[in-house]
């Protein structure tokens, strides 16, 4: 058989299984039957990304089998074969959607089968960043376990997200191989049709940050194959099936690598051949034009931010620094040039040895840093990065800042020889790395013993937190003369522009006006430029001169008027990242604010993922508005329509979270003590009239402001 003649017998199989399983459930639930995929707005989003068509119960299923029929019809087959791959993806997601009907969990650990919308918008911001710079799907059996896991250890060193199907997840089993998303190796499912979770995730980006229509069938190809940088790695044997997936990968410009050197011919730039599995990272980032950034860091463990999720379980601790137990703390300094000697890496205290297992130790580590252009501002931006820094490391977890860090060093990492000083080599080449345009000298001193980090935490970091503090307290939009644009996420949302102010954050949460600033200064032709705010049009929507000429340039004539504080008048666009999204409440006049990780529906009646789905892509929704966690309790939060007053529902977890600097705001200006006390949540009310028999016994203040619409 010629290659496509088995692409085209491998579609058929898949459209016969199709039909006899779409017809089985028929005959058991009844046409009528509701079928979705969990936490997603896009229903079967395959079949919604190149139809148009949202497929809500089996009888729409049914006849959305003529689709799937066309695509294997004799005429499309010769005008573009590779179509007959996309209907055997298309085929492979009626098949998997079958398997989640009256919500069952057909997955269980270690696979994850369907990914939730908000993993896809999480991923946006890694993937601009090149921190995640491509993603692998590796199928099949590789020819010894020890071969198919250094596969995926090289990927996963370089950043990569691997998602994996079929027995290579059980040969990574028999390895103890740690895998899970926080490392990003993502096991789908046993079956080859799993395959179609990853291609879900691809189409659903072009959805949702590239604004792509629906039905676009076009528009989607061109969008995955310049945007989203996948590729395949299938073991041999192929099957007629796994070789018309395949095609599919190959419509959406993903190339496949192979093992397999007979039954297959090869094609240039889509299909390859290569007998050695060793070589196929080599040939994969090749072919698909992948760039890794490497920093050569002179530690005993790995280092790459496919760590940055790996969490150390108490009985793996070698050493906790644990800031809310005992003293800890870490602190960038700006020290004058001669005060700082290049690479100097101190250790003051005892190292690693000197402790028990599983101690609980005070830790110190301060980087001192000089150069002409540095700024004690930027000290805080870099800071902030120490959590991502170390969290990087191999065996190594981070979370919290300033003083209230925690580190813990597994006994793995312990035992592969990574002690303190370790610490100061990843800080020190990450800070002259990432900042090169700023840092000439960088100094790191890790400090363990106990009197001395008590000292300096009282007597320096306390102190210089205090100062930074009153300063960033002080910076508003007022009172600064220039906004800076962020463009980032342009690589996937190519009309989104961001406009940071100090007082609004970037939505993805990421980006504040300092590291827009410090941004700039690294990078002058890069992302964050600068928008002088001279020309003020109406300052109570923030409507200025500068800031529509920043939009209309850098969203190339997308755009034409952007305000800084309306959520109903021109307001700012999103592309897909954001942390929330706030929607309006018309029965209350107020609105709803939800963050990613709740998954529950709010009072509009909508979930997180189905109100991102109103807004994205780089395009100006009224109504409805992206943003970051920290903008919630800004006095610039929707001030054009009267502010944060008209925030009335939030999950119990953010409001928790966002409580102190909310009750704070409210109270300096609206007078309001404990708001967050009027603000229902999902313990209180899932649905509009529940919402307003609590709105309205606390008398909440939304209810007494003019209407939104
Ligand atoms: Fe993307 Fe805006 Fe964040 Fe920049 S600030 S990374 S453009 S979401
Ligand atoms: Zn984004």
């Not at 320096?460 to 100062?467: G, V």
Request: charged letters at 25%; one cysteine or more; glycine letters at 8%.
């Amino acid at each position: 058989m010629t290659l496509y003649e088995r692409i085209f017998a491998g579609s058929d199989a898949v459209y016969g299984l199709t039909e006899g399983a779409v017809n089985d459930a028929i005959a058991k639930h009844g046409a009528d039957k509701a079928i979705s995929f969990p936490e997603t707005a896009y229903c079967l989003p395959c079949y919604y990304a190149v139809t148009g068509q949202k497929i809500k119960t089996l009888g729409e299923l049914k006849d959305g089998l003529a689709t799937l029929k066309s695509l294997n019809s004799a005429e499309t087959r010769e005008a573009n074969p590779l179509l007959s791959g996309v209907a055997t993806a298309l085929g492979a997601e009626f098949l998997e959607a079958l398997k989640y009907i009256d919500g069952a969990t057909p997955y269980a650990e270690p696979y994850y089968g369907h990914l939730a919308d908000a993993i896809i918008r999480e991923l946006g911001v890694p993937l601009v960043t090149g921190d995640i710079p491509g993603v692998a799907v590796i199928i099949g059996e590789a020819p010894t376990a020890e071969e198919g896991v250094a596969l995926i250890k090289s990927y996963q060193a370089q950043g990569i997200l691997v998602t994996l199907v079929g027995k290579i997840i059980e040969q990574a089993q028999s390895l103890n191989y740690n895998m899970g998303y926080g490392v990003r190796v993502v096991p789908l499912g046993p079956d080859i049709t799993s395959v179609i979770h990853v291609v879900s995730v691809a189409l659903r980006a072009a959805l949702i940050f590239g604004n792509v229509t629906p039905g676009d069938a076009a528009g989607l190809m061109k969008y995955t194959a310049e945007r989203v940088p996948a590729f395949v790695n299938a073991f041999k044997p192929i099957d007629d099936v796994t070789l018309s997936a395949g095609a599919g990968a190959i419509a959406l410009g993903f190339p496949v690598i192979s093992n397999e050197t007979e039954n297959i011919t090869e094609v240039p730039k889509a299909l390859l051949s290569q007998p050695d599995v060793s070589k196929f990272n080599q040939l994969s980032l090749e072919t698909r034009e992948i760039k890794i950034k490497i920093t050569n860091i002179d530690i005993p463990v790995a280092y790459a931010s496919a760590f940055e999720g790996e969490i150390i379980r108490r009985g793996d601790m070698k050493v906790e620094a644990d800031g809310s137990r005992v003293d800890c703390f870490e602190l960038v300094q700006m020290k004058s040039l001669d005060e700082v000697e290049d690479h100097k890496i101190e250790v003051i205290g005892n190292d690693f040895d000197a402790f028990e297992d599983g101690a609980k130790i005070e830790m110190a580590i301060i980087a001192e840093v000089a150069g002409k252009s540095m700024q004690s501002d930027f000290e805080s931006v870099m800071e902030r990065k120490f959590h991502s820094f170390i969290n990087c490391i191999e065996g190594v977890m981070h979370t919290g800042q300033r003083d209230m860090i925690r580190i813990r060093v597994s006994q793995d990492a312990f035992k592969a020889g990574f002690r303190a000083k370790h610490f100061g080599e990843v800080i020190y080449a990450k800070l002259k790395s990432e900042y090169e345009a700023v840092v000439d000298k960088c100094q790191v001193k890790i400090i363990t013993d106990p009197a001395k980090v008590t000292d300096l935490r009282k007597n320096l970091a306390i102190p210089t937190f205090d100062h930074r503090d009153e300063r960033l307290g002080s910076m508003t939009d007022e009172s600064v003369s220039e906004f800076y644009t962020c463009i980032l996420c342009q690589a996937f949302s190519p009309s989104h522009v961001c406009i940071i102010t100090p007082e609004r954050l970037g939505l993805c949460g990421a980006v504040s006006w300092l590291d827009a600033k410090a941004t700039n200064e690294l990078d002058p032709n890069g992302p964050c430029q600068v928008v002088k705010k001279e020309h003020v049009i109406d300052e109570a929507v923030g409507r200025y001169e500068e800031v529509d000429e920043a939009v209309h340039k850098y969203s190339q004539g997308a755009l034409e008027h952007v305000t800084l504080y309306s959520i109903m008048e021109d307001p700012m666009t999103s592309c897909g990242c954001f942390e929330c999204i706030c929607g309006i409440e018309p029965m209350s006049n107020g609105v709803v604010i939800v963050n990613r990780e709740h998954t529950g529906i709010t009072p509009i009646g909508m979930t997180f993922s189905e109100l991102a789905s109103m807004t994205g892509g780089g395009v100006q929704t009224p109504g409805f508005m992206g943003h970051g966690k920290h903008f919630i309790a800004s006095k610039k939060f929707m001030k054009a329509e009267g502010g944060f007053e008209r925030i009335v529902w939030l999950p119990k977890a953010l409001k928790e979270q966002i409580a102190d600097k909310l009750n704070a705001a409210a109270k300096e200006v609206y007078g309001i003590d404990n708001f967050t006390d009027m603000i229902a949540d999902e313990t209180i009310a899932e649905d509009a009239e529940a919402l307003m028999n609590f709105l309205t016994e606390k008398n909440h203040p939304a209810l007494k402001l003019s209407p939104l619409m």
